[in-house]
């Protein structure tokens, strides 16, 4: 009992407000951009009052400079960020695993994202790993709404050596079935030489 008592109020001792900078390039998403590098793959929680509202991004690091949250505008939290952007924000200094550390399980992996979803791989496809991996993303006005330095993260990535597919539902359709899928996986060997998983988000 003590020590789950410790783990739940653990995140709370670690509550600051941290300058914080804001970009957006649609009213679909904004880009929030902290100090100092994090470990990827892990999940922040961010909130502009300190006791209320929390809401967990993945957090997206690529050196030791800074680190950054690609927030989707689903609720009225997020939407405020992009019509009222903030100047600062309250974090949590406890971070958690997500997804992307599943990957190394595995020698090979096809990865899919729809809209902001794209955050939670884009960090794991900046470290160095032997997981040889392919991406599939569906989103809407890829380059409009999320920004060129996100579409070149992704289609410029070292770790997928142009195995990435992506599906602009404004110029493609909505449609897009499978299709999408097996071409992302086309470039790879044939089953039977390496185990491969897929992992959607």
């Given at each position: 009992?003590a020590?789950?008592?410790?783990?739940?109020?653990?995140?709370?001792?670690t509550?600051?407000?941290?300058?914080v900078?804001?970009?957006?390039?649609s009213?679909?998403a904004s880009?929030?951009?902290?100090?100092?590098?994090?470990?990827?793959?892990l999940l922040g929680?961010?909130s502009?009052?300190?006791?209320?509202?929390?809401?967990a991004?993945?957090?997206?690091s690529?050196d030791?400079?800074q680190?950054?949250?690609?927030?989707?505008?689903?609720?009225?939290?997020?939407?405020?960020?992009i019509s009222?952007?903030?100047?600062?924000?309250?974090?949590?200094?406890?971070?958690?695993t997500?997804?992307?550390y599943l990957?190394n399980?595995?020698?090979?992996a096809?990865?899919?994202?729809t809209?902001?979803?794209?955050?939670?791989?884009?960090?794991f496809?900046?470290q160095?790993r032997t997981?040889?991996?392919?991406?599939?993303?569906?989103?809407k006005?890829i380059?409009a709404?999320?920004?060129?330095e996100?579409?070149?993260?992704?289609?410029?990535?070292?770790r997928?050596?142009?195995?990435?597919?992506?599906?602009?539902?404004?110029?493609?359709?909505?449609?897009?079935?499978?299709?999408?899928?097996?071409?992302?996986r086309?470039?790879?060997?044939?089953?039977?030489?390496?185990?491969?998983s897929?992992f959607t988000?």
């Amino acid at each position: 009992m003590a020590t789950i008592t410790f783990f739940t109020f653990l995140p709370w001792f670690t509550v600051r407000r941290v300058p914080v900078t804001v970009t957006t390039h649609s009213t679909h998403a904004s880009i929030i951009t902290f100090q100092g590098g994090v470990k990827p793959g892990l999940l922040g929680r961010i909130s502009r009052s300190p006791l209320f509202e929390w809401y967990a991004f993945v957090i997206i690091s690529g050196d030791g400079d800074q680190h950054a949250m690609l927030a989707g505008a689903f609720s009225d939290f997020t939407c405020g960020l992009i019509s009222d952007l903030p100047s600062q924000l309250w974090v949590r200094g406890v971070h958690f695993t997500r997804l992307p550390y599943l990957l190394n399980m595995y020698r090979s992996a096809t990865m899919v994202a729809t809209g902001s979803g794209i955050c939670v791989f884009l960090s794991f496809l900046m470290q160095p790993r032997t997981a040889e991996l392919s991406l599939v993303w569906v989103a809407k006005g890829i380059e409009a709404n999320y920004g060129g330095e996100i579409m070149a993260a992704v289609s410029s990535s070292e770790r997928l050596h142009g195995r990435v597919v992506m599906h602009d539902t404004a110029v493609m359709g909505h449609k897009a079935g499978p299709g999408p899928v097996r071409e992302g996986r086309r470039p790879w060997p044939p089953k039977n030489q390496r185990p491969q998983s897929g992992f959607t988000c």
